[in-house]
């Protein structure tokens, strides 16, 4: 393996990422993995930096279940690939407009390459699910395809997820970072919170202290208050927070690649005792869910365990109104992304693996109200949650922060 610079992971996780690959291609009757996305190059390729931000710039890899991957990428990015593990690097020239051009000149390649592999009639795996999409011009995506009439393209982000969902200890140990780094931040924006802050201020409070923690980016962190009580995922505006208001976190920070997405309640005064109330079952319906996360448990039985805590309070018209309405998923996984499959929906009864990390967030409206949108607040809280051997380990622990509602 050649000598890296300033490599992502060490050389011996690629090799280990690599042979995994292999095994599960074979598994799953595909020739190659021919993948574009931002977080797959640095996932299998290694190759953290880039002009991602810049979307007529692509990074291409081809992974055969035989043989050694290729790394492709334009001229004038060489430097870049020194910290890739890959060593077969094919680079395709600039277009004369340089990156103001609509053409570019790596179809070419990629079909010279697949064809080098003996893929022109192989079945090769790209990122065609509704939750992994090609980075590529729909023309240039399009003479790929015409370029190769007798090849079978097929959606392969399963087999991607099959090995991304399982992370390895260098991943969880980022994982861990980001956790106790978001933690750090959201205490410091709930000891901060005082009414006449807007969320903007409480969220600058919050990454600020992130950052100061040693963040390395700054992506999702929503908060919403008072009368936004009940937008899902609301980016923090100018609104002035009120007493009497509730005040909801949903996010963290991105370690080195990996994110932290957890989420924390606040109230503005002396909460109300319905307020109280629903925010305990909430907790509930948490805890009840990470009680059911093992090795081996169905995806789907944390969400079962927390609707079952809805349904023994007297909401279970509320949890079958979000089973019939399609709102059946009470988490995800969580990585090099925010939002992983395979996720914990209702219909998902594939096993949990050890060493998947997962976000359990369920959720209940003030007095069970659904549609929720037509509900006047909601109650939940998020953790980051580790599969071990013998059960679940929450990375976002009450001993980096409390799971109470904060009182301010």
Not at 100 to 121: D, H, I, W
Not at 207 to 225: D, I, K, L, W
């Amino acid at each position: 393996m050649k000598e890296l610079c300033y490599p992502d992971f060490p050389p011996e996780e690629y090799a280990a990422r690599y042979a995994r690959t292999q095994q599960v291609l074979g598994e799953r009757g595909l020739d190659a993995l021919f993948l574009t996305g931002r977080q797959n190059l640095r996932y299998f390729a290694g190759l953290r930096d880039g002009a991602w931000d810049a979307p007529h710039f692509y990074f291409l890899v081809i992974l055969p279940v035989e043989g050694d991957p290729v790394l492709l990428v334009s001229d004038g990015f060489q430097h870049l690939v020194k910290q890739s593990w890959i060593e077969d690097v094919r680079h395709w020239p600039l277009a004369a407009a340089f990156y103001m051009a609509k053409e570019s000149k790596s179809v070419p390649l990629v079909l010279e390459v697949l064809q080098e592999k003996g893929l022109e009639r192989g079945v090769v795996g790209m990122e065609l699910g509704a939750d992994m999409q090609v980075h590529m011009a729909q023309s240039h995506f399009a003479a790929i395809l015409g370029g190769l009439p007798k090849a079978r393209i097929v959606d392969g982000s399963d087999a991607v997820w099959a090995l991304r969902s399982v992370k390895s200890s260098a991943e969880i140990e980022r994982m861990r970072k980001a956790a106790a780094i978001s933690s750090i931040g959201v205490t410091a924006g709930f000891e901060a919170l005082a009414p006449g802050m807007t969320e903007k201020e409480v969220v600058d409070v919050m990454t600020s202290a992130m950052c100061a923690a040693g963040a390395s980016e700054q992506r999702f962190n929503a908060v919403y208050a008072g009368p936004r009580a009940m937008w899902a995922d609301g980016m923090p505006t100018d609104y002035v927070i009120q007493p009497g208001d509730l005040v909801q976190f949903d996010g963290g920070c991105v370690y080195e690649g990996y994110w932290c997405d957890f989420k924390r309640m606040a109230a503005v005064g002396e909460p109300r005792p319905d307020q109280r109330r629903f925010y305990e079952l909430a907790r509930q319906g948490l805890d009840a869910a990470i009680d059911a996360v093992r090795p081996g448990a169905p995806f789907n039985a944390p969400l079962q365990a927390a609707f079952a805590v809805n349904e023994v309070a007297g909401y279970g018209d509320f949890t079958k109104w979000c089973l019939d309405a399609g709102w059946s998923a009470i988490g995800h996984n969580l990585g090099l992304d925010l939002h992983e499959q395979p996720g914990l929906s209702a219909t998902n009864t594939a096993p949990l693996q050890e060493n998947m990390v997962i976000c359990v967030e369920p959720f209940v409206t003030l007095d069970g109200v659904y549609p929720f949108w037509k509900a006047t607040e909601k109650f939940g809280l998020e953790d980051v949650v580790l599969v071990v051997a013998d059960g679940a380990e929450v990375l976002t622990a009450e001993a980096l922060i409390t799971h109470d509602l904060w009182v301010v």
